[in-house]
């Protein structure tokens, strides 16, 4: 019988990183081969089924990254920029296909994985749900379609422990309506707005941040002029999505050459 490729969950108590062990001890296309944790935490040790307050699933969580990684075929990594980048160096080195869906990280942290990017896939988004990903694509084209009368202003709502903001998928939002718009969304982000901050300014794209209770992720692109508006949105009530995604990419990835990925590409949405 062939066996199936081998995934190995970092931040393994995590929200996300239990969502993802669920996923894929209940997948058949996958399986699980190891689950990490930092040192000192108090699930390494256990098996992770246990921990996680469920059945045995006969893996040990453990600190030891480099031998977990090096035994799996894909690593899915939800944790933090600069454990996400200490992954990255592993899974170069040992050859292993890394899924990124850490958010908040810097320009220069996101600029250091192009060197593990050459020895390995690396396949990372914001957000690798499949309505998210569509809806980059339309906010792309809806701010394509319409001039600098129309004020872009991109609103998300997520949990009260989410530690980034924007959240990432703000900023792929924001990526994509200053990709429609030919400009450099560097040029024209405001993010921070408090004070006498004067009116707007034409062409910037505006973001604004929610944060509370258990909301697991919400965005709102809106396209306000006079008269009329337009609002694209997408609301994930189940982390189980994400988690789908990661699953998709680590299969995705196998045997893809070294280089960097997103979730369009697994997902077959470039134009
Ligand atoms: N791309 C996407 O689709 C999605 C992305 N995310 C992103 O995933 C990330 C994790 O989210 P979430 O699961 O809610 O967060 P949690 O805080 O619940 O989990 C983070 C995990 O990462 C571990 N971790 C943190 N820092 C380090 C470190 N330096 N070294 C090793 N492990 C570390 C934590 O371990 P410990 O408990 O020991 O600190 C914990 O297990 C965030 O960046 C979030 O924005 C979330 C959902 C979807
Ligand atoms: O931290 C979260 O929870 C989420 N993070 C991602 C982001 O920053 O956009 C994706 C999702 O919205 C949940």
Not at 21 to 43: C, K, M, T
Not at 128 to 152: H, K, P, W, Y
Not at 176 to 200: F, H, K, P, Y
Request: hydrophobic share 45%.
């Amino acid at each position: 019988m062939t066996q199936t490729p081998g995934i190995a969950i970092t931040g393994a108590s995590g929200r996300m990183g239990q969502m993802l062990i669920r996923q894929v001890s209940e997948s058949d296309r996958l399986h699980l081969s190891g689950a990490i944790d930092q040192p000192g935490h108090p699930w390494v040790g256990q098996d992770v089924g246990t921990a996680m307050g469920g059945s045995a699933l006969g893996v040990i969580v453990s600190d030891a990254a480099r031998e977990t990684i090096a035994g799996a075929d894909a690593v899915i990594d939800f944790t933090a920029p600069e454990a996400t980048l200490h992954f990255a160096e592993i899974a170069a080195e040992t050859g292993v296909v890394h899924v990124i869906g850490t958010t908040g990280m810097s320009d220069d942290q996101i600029a250091a994985l192009g060197s593990a990017a050459q020895k390995t896939a690396i396949i990372r988004a914001g957000n690798m749900s499949l309505g998210v990903n569509l809806l980059t694509q339309l906010t792309r084209r809806v701010a394509a379609a319409l001039d600098e009368d129309f004020d872009i202003e991109i609103i998300e709502a997520h949990h009260n422990q989410k530690v980034d903001a924007p959240s990432g998928t703000a900023l792929m939002l924001g990526e994509a309506a200053a990709e429609g718009r030919g400009v450099s969304l560097s040029q024209v982000a405001d993010r921070g707005r408090d004070g006498i901050t004067g009116a707007r300014r034409r062409g910037d794209i505006g973001f604004t941040a929610i944060r509370g209770g258990d909301i697991v992720g919400e965005h709102d692109v809106l396209f306000a002029a006079a008269g009329e508006r337009i609002v694209l949105r997408h609301l994930a009530s189940d982390r189980a999505v994400f988690a789908r995604g990661a699953l998709k990419a680590a299969l995705w990835g196998q045997g893809k050459a070294p280089g960097e990925y997103d979730m369009i590409d697994v997902l077959g949405l470039k134009d």
